[in-house]
């Protein structure tokens, strides 16, 4: 075999090996339901970071997580659907999102549990279960929960009473409950809540706590009502094609790494919920406590109202995620 014939071969072995090693890596094109300077995409953030230092750490150059954007990119309300045909493969949302395409996902809205304490008693097996028959998607599990989902108001209120006949912009998760309690329901999308509450559209909203100022919502905040209610869903879903084409050392870091994140998102819940209290009270705005009898009658209210429509929906599942998620 001549030099120049040894070389052209060493040379193919070469590009065929680079070639394969480039093939290898597993891009994840990423969008969230909110945008990039959104308090809750900063736990999606640190997943991604988590995610990056982990697969450097194991499996170097095997694994990208492409964030391509929030709702600017893919309405919030299309991308679960966008990941089921393939139009990208991981989405950071939350229930009430696609909670039409799969109603069995409001269960975590009133779990009592932790997002990895929901894994380790099942709940996650049997979400991704019906996420892959439904939605063509992996359940990966639970980022970003404890912070309540709390009634802000334009105007006074000494009690439950004061909430009748309210009008109170909410997404779909939180009708039920606020028909029970009386008031009002309005869906309107996040973008278009500010305008809302300037034109006296609505006389309060619904949002998870700790939230609003991203919005510039609490400019416009004079009483909060307490305590919240539910337990705020913040999910990630992958398109199945996408999972099945990772080997299993990487699907196991993703899920292990949501775990970890999920922890941290808590604490960073905790922690916001506590300055949101702070700023708000130094703005002037008042915090209505209800009396343990009437906190009963709005919990109780919440609850059964979302169960109801998730029994509804879904007789059989609906009752075995109940047993699952109340302690």
Not at 248 to 264: M, N, S, V, W, Y
Request: aromatic share 8%; net charge neutral.
């Amino acid at each position: 075999m001549s030099r120049l014939l040894k070389l052209l071969l060493i040379g193919a072995i070469v590009f065929s090996m680079a070639s394969m090693a480039e093939a290898k890596k597993i891009t994840i094109k990423a969008v969230t339901a909110w945008p990039k300077s959104v308090w809750e995409v900063g736990n999606f953030n640190k997943f991604m970071e988590m995610v990056k230092e982990n697969v450097e750490k194991k499996y170097p150059g095997e694994l990208e997580i492409q964030y391509l954007g929030g709702p600017e990119v893919i309405p919030n309300q299309e991308q679960v659907e966008a990941a089921r045909m393939g139009v990208v493969d991981m989405v950071f949302t939350t229930d009430g999102y696609y909670v039409s395409a799969v109603p069995e996902i409001n269960a975590l809205s009133v779990s009592m549990l932790d997002g990895w304490e929901e894994r380790e008693k099942g709940v996650n097996a049997f979400l991704d279960k019906l996420h892959r028959e439904k939605i063509n998607c992996v359940y990966l599990g639970r980022l970003g929960h404890n912070l309540p989902f709390t009634i802000y108001l334009m105007k006074s209120a000494k009690g439950l009473e004061d909430l009748k006949g309210l009008k109170i912009r909410c997404s779909p998760t939180l009708i039920g409950f606020l028909k029970k309690i009386g008031a009002n329901p309005v869906v309107i999308p996040p973008p278009e809540v500010y305008t809302a509450l300037e034109r006296g559209v609505v006389d309060g909203f619904t949002w998870p706590g700790g939230l609003i100022k991203d919005w510039g919502w609490d400019k416009m905040t004079k009483y909060v009502v307490q305590p919240g209610v539910y337990n705020g869903a913040n999910v990630i879903v992958l398109n199945q094609k996408k999972w099945e084409e990772m080997p299993e050392p990487l699907q196991k870091l993703l899920i292990e790494t949501l775990d970890q994140a999920a922890r941290f998102a808590k604490q960073r819940s905790l922690d916001l919920l506590g300055k949101e209290k702070e700023s708000l009270k130094a703005m002037g705005v008042q915090y209505l406590e209800l009396s343990p009898a009437e906190a009963k009658v709005l919990t109780d209210a919440a609850y059964s109202a979302l169960w109801d429509v998730i029994l509804e929906k879904s007789p059989v599942n609906g009752a075995k995620l109940r047993e699952m998620v109340t302690r």
